[in-house]
Structures are given as C-alpha cells and as structure tokens.
C-alpha cells in the first residue's frame, strides 16, 4: 500500500468504528462496493509514456488519445497549418490531429498525494475520486466539494464521515443517506432535512430518535440502533458489500391503506410553468450571437442534440396522485424505484402517514428491512429552494428562472438541457458549466463567455472545440494551451486569417444545424 491509501484506510477505519460501533476491515476488502453507484472515473494509457492515465468521464470515442496532465507540455510549438488551403472542418482536422490528446490525471491547485483520480482542486489524500474540490480523505467518491473523510459516495457538499451517501449537504456521520441535508447519524434514509439519529426515515425534518418514522426515546433509539447497526457490520464483514437503500426497497410491497390514507390528505398542486418563450427567445439570441444566424424552427427540435453527451431527465408518476414527477440522472436519482415516486409537495405526508409500529421497529434489521419498508419508502426526486419563477421540466433548482429541461438547476437562468448551469445564463447543453454566459454544449468548465463545444476549459471566450484551455480567446480546435488569442490547432495567426477561417467554419456548422437540426463533429469525437 501506498502512503496515500494507508492514511485512507486509517480514517476509513476510525469511519467505520463511529458507523458501525465497530472495525469491519481494511478499505481495498470493499472497493468493489464503494464504487457502485458513483459516477465512474476511467482509465486509460498515455500515448505518450503508456502510464495509466484518469479520467472523471467517458465520454470520448474510441481510437482518441489520452495524455496525462503532468505530461503536456504548454510552451510546445506545432507547425502553422496552410489554412489558404482549408475550404472545410474536414481539410483543417487532419493537419492538427497530432495535438488533439484529452487530459487526465487533471491535479490542480494545492493538491498532494492524490492516485488515480481526476478533476481534482485543491484536495489532499483521493483515491479513485474524480470532479472534487477543496477535499481531503476521500476514495471511490465522485462530484463533490469541502469534504472530509467520505468514502463511496456521489454528491458530497460540505459533509464529512460519509459512507455510500448521495446528494449531501453538511452532513455528518452518516451511511446511505440521500438527499440529505444538514444531517448527522442518520443511515439508510431519504430526504431527510435538520435530522440527527435516525434510521430507515424518510421525508422527515428536524426529528432525531426515529426508526421507520416512528418516534422513540432516546433509549428505545440507542438499544435498537446497536442491534441494527451491528446486524449490518457482519452482513458487511462476510458478504463485502451492504445492499443499498434502493436496492432493499424494489423487492418491498406497497401497503395500500397507506396510500389511501396519504391520498386522503393530499393538498398538493402541480407546479405550473409552461412558458417556454423566454427561454426561445434566449436560445435565438445565443445562437447567432455564436453562429451569426439564429437556428430558428424551435428549441426542441434541437432537443436531441443538445442532450448528447447529457444526463438525462426522465417523467414518471406519483403513486399518491398520479400527477407528474421529473427524475433527472443526478446523483442515482434514476435508481429510485419507479412505483414509489412522489412529488416535492407530497412529501410532508409520507413523514405524517407513513410510520412502522413498534413491534416492526424491533424486528427491524437489514435482513427484514425489504419486508417491512413498504409501508414507508417513498421517494421525491424533486427539490426547489430559494426564489424560482417558470422553471420548466426541472426536477431540482435553486434562485432560477426561466429555465427548461434541467437538473441541479442553481443560480442560473435562460438555461436548457443539461445539468449544474450554476450561476450561469444563455447556456444550452451543458454538463457542470458554471459561471459563464451564452455557451452552448459545454462541459466541466468554468467562466466561459460565448463559447461552443468546450471542455475542461476555464477562463475562456470566444472559442469553439476546445480542450483543457486556460485564459483563451478567440482560439478554435486548441487542446492543452494557455493564453492563447487567434489559435488555431495552438497555433496562433494574424487575426485576419483566423477570423477569415472562422467564419468558415461557423458557416458550416449553421448550414448543418439548420438542415439535420444536429451537429455529428463534437469535442469528444474531434480528435479521432
């Protein structure tokens, strides 16, 4: 073992010591179930030294090049390409198809003793981790940032002594919790807000001693929770693996008194907003500030394009009243089972109607948990905090407006089809682009400003298919470069030959998107 994987597995240990009262073995024993359900880095070889190279996606087609981040060399100079020949995208890409390698094992800021991960800021101690920032003590974690000590979990904001958790916020202590919020000592739960102490609990805010949703003492509580608790330390220890949350519940029957009951109660109102104007008129507007045409004929007739490359959002139904759901494939929200869906208004009712008798609370365990759940696990996909005005087909949003088709929807607005636009507007098609403005198709990127086909870039404007830029302006097809004005393939040109090139290009590509209604070049597949 390595020195970073020893000091994980020493905190994994202690993790595990809290959690479940007691040691249950070294961290690599359960790898294989740390990793389930994250978001999945990759690994490749470099084409330059043939080492491993990470990945925090897989999104690149076959035949690409993969170089790691340590291996670029950013003062290279490539030979100028006779653009006086290129009439088309197709002329230009083979004469700069050696510069086009995707980066990983991407390490920034003050970072130490990180292995096998990527898209990593400012972290100390990662291990198969990847899109972490401001982190220490994590491993086989994804998407997340002000973590400590969390291990398997996809999701984590400002939460520590996690494991196998999604969607945290200030969490602590925790196993199997999701959608979690300002939580600690809560285990295998959904939604819960302002917990501590709670086990099996779903939708509830500000309880502590609760099993199923039953309220206990403080006694009743702690003599259950150690029996439970040590129950699933030795099915973890023989089997390596415990069964998730969602995984105990699919097998469950549904207690229909209970649904006649919740039914009873409902208030709940659809949340309507359907003016999707705005947010056309945005996407005009974007387009020909981009291409120099508006690519008229209506936003979802680009819907299929734009969501290349994106998580999607799926529709379902509530069980209590049959209205609409949004689920969005943001932090395993897709493995919540499809028949106990609710929507965020019906929520409160689980936790008032919803409760397992006494005598189920004590036969309670992670061998009786599928029998006994049915009568209580039932799943909001969706949340809205703060201010929201016509947010559209948005399982989740925070302080937006007009917005359509998107997940983890914060601080943004005239945003579509994508996930995490945080503090961004004028976007379309994006994949954790934050704090930018009129971009379209961009990925894993920050500050951008009208930019196209983007990813892993920062500090950039006016550029299109670009990879792991940095302070670029005006650059097209540039991968590994910084501080780079009228590039081309990272060369740089007198700005009348690069913009003659560009409106070329541009061109093209709005001729193309006019008639298909879709683009087949991309910045994941431009380098084969």
């Known amino acids: 073992m390595s ?46 030294s043939g080492k491993e190279v990470t990945l925090a996606y897989d999104r690149c087609v076959p035949g690409s090049k993969f170089i790691s981040n340590d291996e670029v060399d950013y003062g290279k100079r490539f030979p100028a390409a006779a653009l006086q020949k290129i009439n088309s995208i197709n002329d230009l890409l083979p004469l700069i198809s050696d510069r086009l390698s995707y980066t990983g094992n991407v390490i920034l800021g003050k970072s130490e003793w990180v292995e096998r991960s990527s898209n990593i800021t400012d972290c100390f101690f990662m291990y198969s981790a990847g899109k972490l920032v401001e982190c220490k003590y994590v491993a086989y974690s994804t998407w997340g940032r002000e973590c400590e000590d969390d291990f398997g979990s996809n999701g984590i904001g400002s939460s520590s002594m996690c494991i196998k958790c999604k969607e945290t916020f200030q969490d602590r202590r925790c196993l199997e919790l999701w959608f979690g919020q300002n939580c600690s000592d809560c285990h295998f739960s959904y939604a819960l807000v302002n917990c501590q102490d709670c086990l099996f609990c779903f939708h509830l805010k ?46 469950s029957k549904i207690d229909p008194f209970v649904i006649e009951a919740m039914k009873r109660a409902s208030k709940s109102k659809s949340k309507i907003s359907n003016d999707k104007a ?15 045409k508006s690519l008229l004929g209506g936003l979802d007739a680009y819907r299929a394009w734009l969501m290349k490359h994106k998580r999607a959002i799926r529709q379902g139904r509530s069980c209590i009243s049959g209205k609409d759901v949004m689920v969005g494939d943001y932090c395993c929200a897709f493995e919540l089972p499809t028949d106990r869906l609710i929507n ?12 397992l008798a006494q005598t189920e609370v004590q036969r309670l365990g ?5 029998e006994l759940l049915g009568k209580i696990a039932f799943f909001s996909p969706e949340y809205y905090e703060g201010k929201n005005t016509n947010i559209i087909d948005c399982p989740t949003a925070m302080d937006a407006s007009d917005c359509y088709h998107s997940t983890a929807t914060v601080f943004c607005k005239f945003c579509a089809f994508g996930t995490w636009p945080r503090s961004s507007e004028y976007c379309f098609g994006y994949d954790s682009c934050l704090s930018s403005k009129s971009c379209i198709n961009c990925y894993q990127s920050v500050r951008l400003s009208r930019c196209f086909e983007m990813d892993n870039c920062r500090d950039c404007s ?11 302006s005006e650059c097209m ?11 081309i393939g990272n060369v740089e040109y007198p700005k009348e030959e690069y913009l003659r090139i560009k409106k070329l290009v541009l061109e093209e590509i709005s001729n193309k998107l006019v008639k298909d209604k879709k683009l087949d070049l991309d910045i994941y597949n431009i380098g084969v």
Not at 366 to 370: D, E, G, N, P
Not at 478 to 486: E, I, P, S
């Open 206 to 251: 500000a309880k502590k001693h609760c099993i199923g949703n039953l309220q206990l003492t403080p006694e009743e509580y702690q003599t259950q929770k150690k029996r439970i608790m040590g129950e699933m330390a030795a099915y973890l220890r023989e089997n390596k693996r415990l069964p998730s949350l969602t995984e105990l519940v699919k097998g």
């Open 344 to 355: 965020m208004g019906e929520a409160p009712i689980v936790a008032e109607f919803a409760k």
């Open 462 to 472: 006016d550029c299109y298919f670009c990879h792991n830029a940095e302070n670029c």
């Open 366 to 370: 992670i061998s009786t948990a599928t």
């Open 3 to 48: 020195e970073t994987t020893n000091n994980l597995d020493a905190h994994w240990r202690s993790a595990c010591k809290i959690i479940f009262g007691e040691d249950v073995g070294p961290m690599t024993d359960y790898a294989n179930w740390l990793l389930e359900l994250t978001d999945p880095v990759v690994h490749k070889k470099s084409a330059i």
């Open 477 to 487: 097809f540039c991968f590994n470069v910084k501080a780079k004005r009228y590039a």
């Open 278 to 292: 705005p947010v056309e008129e945005a996407y005009l507007s974007t387009t020909k500030l981009l291409f120099g």
